[in-house]
């Protein structure tokens, strides 16, 4: 349980900004011993110096027997030279593996970055594309009062077309109804004029008009029958 | 120095003070610790991918619930794998070559796994004793070898583990024994022997890894009979 009389983390830890960490380690000669011992050394004994100083050592060892030569010689030998063998090797290789996966992290972010930054730039584009269209606005206004005049035109017209078409349909009406009214009153007439000739004829004048007609008869036929 | 062959499995002792726990716990100290920067140098990088690549094969088979078994198996993992690795320098002491350590990491964790199936879930963690499809007559003597086979799985995981890296270890002494004595007598045999002791190195070096790896899939492996 943590009793906090007092806040904590309520400043920033130091005052003054660190120095940035570095971005590779110590240099290494042989991949044991660091750069910096053989500078120690080279005021003094020059470059040799430090090979010098580790074949004595090696050699005051096995000399006195500090170190005896026994199996386990062998087997350092071997698993030794195994082992520089592998880095000597894949030593790179897995570096660039290494540096590989490092690259694919910022690559990720980065690509995270360049995403947005032309997700807004189509944007953009697409703004201003926009805004090139707002000032054709008034070609198509006026394109759309066209339009819409012409319906109405076509409209007025249509409507015209009818009413014209129906007024003729009610005076036709009214024409045909006084040429019926005249065909009547004509029939009417022949017939009731035939109707009192028929009755006008008497039989006397039947007799004479049918003795005429056989005597115009018998005359045309004579003529007739020259012309033949 | 007059080593014996057996003096590289020795508990380390100096003064009378046992160094086991030292010798255990040192391979710790060369694993860095995860920085709390984006981009880390080449090591921290390689090491979270090493982890990142054991813990999804390891937790891939197993449902949620053996998720929480993710930490403990990776950390053995990496545990016996540096263990495994560092022994094979030479004058290095190997603590899985001692049977008492594989037994104590082995059989806890499989009787933890043991005690999960039967607690949770325990007729499907007793079905297990009997496979599918198998005739009727043969029934009962199966139970009785499935039993023996669960039971025996602690010893088999503690002595696998022992016996390979001390059969290998020996190996190595033995034939550089060889090698070495056989010098100044007949050079040609020698050169042949280190050859074959290089070949050995390298086998061990495989060994090393595949153990460690063995040792956690099967732990997994009774993990997901009985989660």
Redesign the interface.
């Given at each position: 349980v943590l009793h906090a009389a007092r806040p904590l983390h309520t400043t920033q830890r130091r005052s003054a900004p660190l120095p940035p960490l570095p971005e590779k380690?110590g240099e290494v000669r042989h991949g044991l011993i660091p750069e910096e011992f053989f500078q120690f050394l080279y005021p003094k004994t020059g470059v040799t110096g430090p090979y010098m100083l580790g074949t004595g050592l090696l050699l005051y060892f096995l000399s006195k027997e500090i170190y005896?030569?026994?199996?386990?010689?062998?087997?350092?030998i071997?698993?030794l030279?195994?082992i520089i063998y592998g880095v000597k090797k894949y030593g790179s290789h897995?570096?660039a593996?290494?540096?590989k996966?490092?690259e694919e992290?910022?690559a990720k972010a980065l690509a995270v970055k360049n995403e947005a930054i032309k997700d807004l730039e189509t944007a953009i584009e697409q703004e201003k594309k926009e805004q090139w269209r707002v000032e054709g606005r008034g070609y198509l206004f006026d394109a759309k009062r066209n339009n819409i005049a012409m319906l109405l035109e076509t409209n007025y017209r249509e409507r015209l077309l009818t009413v014209y078409n129906e007024v003729k349909k009610r005076l036709d009406y009214q024409v045909a109804m006084q040429n019926l009214k005249r065909q009547k009153e004509q029939d009417h007439m022949i017939q009731w004029v035939e109707k009192n000739v028929v009755q006008s004829i008497t039989p006397q004048q039947q007799k004479e008009s049918i003795a005429k007609c056989i005597l115009d008869l018998k005359a045309l036929s004579k003529s007739a029958q020259a012309a033949v | 120095?007059?080593?014996s062959f057996f003096d590289q499995f020795t508990s380390p002792c100096f003064l009378g003070i046992p160094l086991i726990l030292l010798s255990t716990l040192f391979p710790a100290l060369l694993i860095p610790a995860p920085e709390n920067r984006?981009?880390?140098?080449?090591?921290s990088?390689?090491q979270l991918?090493i982890i990142h690549l054991i813990t999804k094969q390891l937790m891939i088979p197993l449902n949620k619930k053996g998720h929480k078994w993710a930490l403990i198996l990776t950390s053995l993992m990496v545990l016996l794998l540096t263990i495994n690795l560092l022994g094979?320098?030479?004058?290095t002491f190997t603590p899985t070559t001692q049977l008492s350590m594989n037994m104590a990491l082995a059989f806890p964790l499989w009787l933890a796994t043991l005690l999960t199936g039967l607690r949770n879930q325990p007729s499907a963690s007793l079905g297990h004793l009997l496979p599918e499809g198998t005739p009727t007559p043969l029934i009962p003597a199966l139970i009785m070898i499935e039993t023996t086979s669960l039971l025996i799985r602690p010893l088999a995981l503690g002595v696998r583990l022992t016996a390979n890296l001390t059969a290998g270890h020996l190996l190595?002494?033995l034939i550089?024994?060889a090698?070495?004595t056989l010098l100044p007598i007949m050079p040609a045999v020698s050169i042949l022997s280190?050859s074959i002791?290089?070949l050995l190195?390298?086998l061990e070096?495989a060994v090393a890894m595949i153990q460690a790896y063995v040792f956690v899939l099967l732990l997994s492996l009774y993990l997901q009979e009985n989660i």
């Open positions: 380690g005896v030569i026994n199996h386990e010689t062998v087997a350092a071997c698993i030279s195994v897995v570096a593996f290494a540096d996966l490092n992290k910022v | 120095m007059n080593l984006w981009l880390t140098n080449r090591l990088t390689l991918w094979l320098l030479p004058y190595i002494q550089s024994t090698t070495i280190t002791l290089l190195t390298i070096v």
